[in-house]
């Protein structure tokens, strides 16, 4: 597996969480990197995104505010951090490799994805 995300867990809304993407290959220093995540019965929704320098970021409207998406190229790591969490952000979180190097927010921009990571917020 290259790309690995971990941290989840189960928190009381309005607590907190930080999940990661490992990339254990190092295919992903010079390419953008995005968070998505699939509720069950969902369609698999765009949730942040980070250029390959951590220069630019992206959110979707409903984490606005909320979460923050940083990387540490020099241990190939990408971090989400999640604040203020919902009952509705429960999902299970996929980080995802995109073919360029910037932010994108289209699944069709991304090539590798990593194994999800289940988060539960209870209310």
């Known amino acids: 597996v290259q790309l690995q995300a971990s941290g989840g867990g189960l928190v009381q809304a309005g607590g907190s969480l930080r999940i990661s993407c490992t990339d254990s290959r190092r295919t992903f220093s010079n390419n953008g990197v995005g968070w998505f995540r699939q509720a069950t019965g969902k369609e698999r929704e765009f949730v942040a995104a980070i250029s390959w320098n951590g220069g630019n970021t992206v959110y979707a409207d409903s984490v606005k505010g909320r979460f923050t998406m940083s990387r540490d190229r020099t241990k190939n790591l990408v971090y989400l951090q999640m604040n203020s969490l919902k009952p509705e952000d429960t999902a299970v979180y996929y980080c995802?490799?995109?073919?360029?190097?910037?932010?994108?927010?289209?699944?069709?921009?991304?090539?590798?994805w990593g194994q999800g990571t289940q988060v539960t917020v209870s209310s």
């Open positions: 995802a490799r995109a073919r360029g190097s910037g932010a994108a927010t289209m699944r069709t921009t991304y090539d590798l």
